[in-house]
């Protein structure tokens, strides 16, 4: 490469000083002034992973945060691959919005997070909802079976904290609705939660609807979203 060289003479010494060598002085036929730069090495993306198949959603370990949470005490949730969050209860015609499944006259409980099993629609659908209410009333008879409850109820393990467990099952016209329930008091709240399958059932629609999911895959899904309820405490 050719730079311009300026000699400064000094005393009878003499310093060869050589400044203002760059490319834009270098010329330009030379073959090192029209390599271009090496490109910069960049880190490849990780492929993304394969989607879990609806009929098993489950929480892994390397998802560090939860898709919710309370305060200590209270009720989290970590991720459940194949679901949604949301923080409201209003996708089902027979289910309502309430708090609870099933609440009493007068309850004043809060809808505190839904997950939503992804591909769930008005024929099917399944999602964990999970309420809460603080009032006396509803602490009261948190763990009693209400009259809509089916069968024997039981008690279950729900995160490490014991809770009531119960089934129900409602209808009209063609909508349908089952439910797994379970009751928790904790850290002076009620909680309800309720693993429920609803929909329409498919054959009334002209042509008839394929449902995204079977109903052992949506109990399956379930399952999984239960697995992955704990406390804050």
Known sequence: MQCTLRT???GAALAALVTGCSLSDADPA???????????ATA???ASSTPTPVSGPTA??????????????GIAVRPVTGTTVHRDFK?????????????????AGRPLVALVLDGSNDVTSAEMRI?????????????????????????????GV????????????????????????????CYAIDLIIAGTRPEVYDPPRTPPFTQDQAKAALASMLAAVHWTH
């Open 8 to 10: 400064v003479l000094a």
């Open 162 to 189: 014991r809770a009531t467990h119960f089934n129900s099952s409602d209808a009209a016209m063609s909508h349908y609705l089952s439910a797994d329930s379970y009751r928790v008091v904790h850290g002076g709240a």
């Open 30 to 40: 030379h073959p090192a002034a029209a390599k271009p730069a090496a490109p910069t």
């Open 44 to 46: 490849q993306r990780p």
């Open 91 to 107: 996708r089902s015609y027979l289910a309502m919005d309430a708090w609870t499944l099933y609440p009493a006259a007068g309850s």
């Open 60 to 73: 892994t370990a390397a998802q560090a945060a939860d898709a919710f949470a309370e305060p200590v005490p």
């Open 131 to 159: 309420g809460r209410s603080d009032t006396a009333s509803d602490l009261q008879a948190c763990t009693t079976p209400p009259a809509e409850a089916t069968g024997t109820a039981g008690t279950a393990d729900v995160g």
